[in-house]
């Protein structure tokens, strides 16, 4: 139930190409939706996320889709530059009190952006 | 305003060995949060806190020990060190009403 599944575990791009994240989760009772980036050395960092209220989010080169029904949302990074190249980690976390903002982390992904 | 802070960075471990890792916060965060990353898992909640004197297991918590006497500090404690506590610490916090968790640089365990 409380499983995110996130693929690919790798991907490598061409620089101006778009790379394509996706994660699936099981627990109807998730309500906000983040994905976060690392750089090797460093702790993650938020990069956007969305709520189930909407079906995309787009922050400059980075957009979020959302499917509900499907129990699925992706990240997309247009025009993928190698400062991308990062670890990419999808989570979840439920709504209410009880929730206390515990995330629920997809397996990651290794982006590399080829020059 | 320093965000998060961890120490140490790094430590090499023996067997039965015991260690804190320690967690300061200086954004007057009430949640706090131990994460663990190992390759190819993600990263898995270890012990979480609301608020200084509250604090719960999360979904990894056999061989861990937390405390929280102030609203900075978070510190996370291995008691009887072993080789499968061998992995990358994060401490994160965040505000009671802002999902936006805030991660520290991270303290790279080895246990040999």
């Known amino acids: 139930q409380q499983q995110v599944k996130q693929s690919p575990q790798s991907l490598i791009v061409q620089k101006g190409g778009i790379s394509i994240i996706n994660c699936a989760y099981e627990n109807t009772a998730f309500d906000y939706f983040p994905w976060y980036q690392q750089f090797p050395g460093k702790g993650p960092a938020l990069l956007i996320a969305?709520?189930?209220?909407?079906s995309e989010k787009k922050e400059g080169r980075f957009t979020i889709s959302f499917n509900k029904s499907a129990k699925q949302f992706s990240l997309h990074i247009m025009d993928s530059q190698p400062g991308d190249s990062a670890t990419y980690f999808c989570a979840a976390t439920g709504a209410g009190g009880t929730s206390y903002g515990k995330l629920t982390f997809g397996q990651g992904t290794i982006l590399t952006v080829h020059p | 305003n320093a965000g998060v802070t961890q120490t140490p960075k790094f430590r090499i471990l023996k067997i039965g060995q015991s260690m804190t890792l320690q967690c300061t916060q200086d954004m007057n965060h009430n949640y706090m949060y131990w994460y663990r990353q190992d390759p190819g898992m993600g990263l898995k909640l270890i012990y979480y806190?609301?608020?200084?004197?509250?604090?719960d297991k999360g979904e990894v918590p056999n061989g861990y020990n937390v405390s929280r006497s102030t609203t900075e500090d978070f510190p996370l404690r291995l008691e009887l060190a072993a080789p499968s506590q061998t992995s990358v610490y994060f401490c994160?916090?965040?505000?009671?009403?802002?999902?936006?968790?805030?991660f520290g640089p991270g303290t790279r365990l080895l246990v040999l």
């Open positions: 994160a916090s965040r505000e009671t009403v802002q999902e936006t968790q805030y």
């Open positions: 806190s609301v608020g200084a004197g509250i604090t």
């Open positions: 969305i709520r189930p209220d909407v």
